[in-house]
């Protein structure tokens, strides 16, 4: 298999984001139940997509981080839901289909609403500015699908300028050494002016954007640190299709 897909990400992350939440569907639905950061985030997506009627969970990693309850019907596309584990059935209201967020296997204008959680980051090509094509891929993905007037809605991993800028720089040396020591692939995170930036560009209007309150846990590459010490705070972005 060559290194890059021919979906825009690096045959190493589909692999490795696939086996990732496949094997710890249990384990990382227990995290986000337990962590303030996912309980507010949970919170404030449920506020978003509250009466829809159809709605498309992009990656959505084997849990719906909202309250399936408030939406008609639910369509939820990962890499791997032709794998998925025994013992997690979805609720009677989401249906699970094997897909890409950069090649969605759904026909144009057949939504009403769009869901990203916690999904950007981990949109990985060979170097940076492969990862932002992939970005602006699974936007205009999730444009196609939207019928006119139908909303995306964004919750991502963000951090600051600074900090982007580190990141952008060591990618090319880091990502090679996580992917190697860790199951988890690397990943890399926008400053929440880019992704909103972003969102404009392909939506062509106005972007709703508010920071989700933390808590005093998040998960880091699968593992619980310390939000005092982490530079990332989640977003949440909303716009509607023209």
């Given at each position: 298999m060559s290194q890059e897909s021919s979906q825009g990400q690096t045959s190493r992350s589909l692999a490795a984001n696939g086996t990732f939440f496949r094997d710890r569907m249990a384990s990382y639905r227990k995290s986000i139940e337990e962590l303030e950061i996912y309980a507010n985030i949970h919170a404030s997506l449920s506020d978003a997509i509250s009466g829809s009627g159809r709605l498309v969970d992009i990656g959505n990693g084997g849990s719906c981080d909202y309250d399936t309850r408030l939406v008609r019907e639910i369509t939820a596309i990962d890499l791997f839901f032709d794998e998925i584990l025994p013992g997690h059935p979805p609720p009677a209201n989401v249906t699970l289909k094997k897909g890409s967020a950069l090649d969605l296997p759904e026909p144009?204008?057949?939504?009403?609403?769009?869901?990203?959680?916690?999904?950007?980051?981990?949109?990985?090509?060979?170097?940076?500015?492969?990862?932002?094509?992939?970005?602006?891929?699974?936007?205009?993905?999730?444009?196609?699908?939207?019928?006119?007037?139908?909303?995306?809605?964004?919750?991502?991993?963000?951090?600051?300028?600074?900090?982007?800028?580190?990141?952008?720089?060591?990618?090319?040396?880091?990502?090679?050494?996580?992917?190697?020591?860790?199951?988890?692939?690397?990943?890399?995170?926008?400053?929440?002016?880019?992704?909103?930036?972003?969102?404009?560009?392909v939506f062509e209007g106005p972007v709703e954007m508010k920071e989700i309150p933390r808590g005093q846990w998040l998960l880091h590459y699968g593992f619980k640190f310390p939000c005092a010490l982490s530079p990332a705070r989640p977003f949440q972005f909303c716009a509607s299709r023209r």
């Open positions: 144009d204008q057949s939504y009403d609403c769009a869901v990203m959680a916690m999904l950007i980051h981990h949109l990985v090509g060979t170097n940076v500015d492969e990862c932002l094509k992939n970005v602006r891929r699974a936007l205009r993905e999730a444009h196609r699908v939207l019928r006119p007037g139908g909303k995306i809605v964004v919750a991502e991993s963000c951090v600051g300028p600074f900090f982007y800028q580190f990141e952008r720089l060591v990618f090319p040396l880091v990502s090679p050494v996580i992917n190697a020591l860790i199951e988890h692939p690397a990943t890399i995170q926008y400053t929440p002016q880019m992704l909103r930036a972003e969102i404009e560009n």
